[in-house]
């Protein structure tokens, strides 16, 4: 069952797997708060090709193709990302590792049950079965 963090310890560890569309935390997310993303040295592969969750500074001939559909036009292809929510209306990159603040961009994002952090291997709508891996995150609430 999805919950709050409380600052500081302990953390919580996940494994994503590559071949979600939105892979669920189990972290709700605080308007102001603040937290802490870490990725291990793990690989995902976006068909066939390898990545960490920093993802791939230059994407293959088929995903420059494709580039109108990458999800998180901010990050590489197959890069770490955040959503707030289940909607890509608010993303944010992760990579190897971040911090970011929760601001609520909607009233939606301020109802009365917080929203579920997500996250996500960042890849073009629709091609998502071609994707084989998990990458470990760390999540820790700092403030």
């Not at 709050?4 to 709700?28: E, I, M, W």
């Not at 793990?42 to 293959?60: I, K, Q, V, Y």
């Amino acid at each position: 069952m999805p919950s709050q963090l409380k600052v500081g310890p302990p953390a919580v560890n996940l494994r994503v797997p590559s071949d979600v569309h939105y892979f669920p935390t189990g972290v709700l997310l605080q308007p102001g708060a603040t937290y802490r993303f870490v990725a291990d040295k793990s690989e995902w592969t976006d068909a066939g090709h390898p990545s960490t969750a920093a993802g791939n500074p230059d994407p293959l001939l088929a995903q420059q193709v494709f580039s109108g559909l990458l999800r998180c036009q901010e990050a590489n292809w197959f890069a770490l990302i955040g959503a707030v929510g289940g909607s890509d209306s608010q993303l944010f990159p992760i990579g190897l590792g971040c911090e970011w603040t929760f601001e609520p961009i909607s009233e939606e994002d301020e109802a009365e049950t917080p929203p579920e952090l997500q996250l996500f291997a960042n890849d073009a709508i629709g091609f998502y079965w071609s994707n084989v891996g998990l990458i470990g995150v760390t999540i820790e609430r700092i403030s």
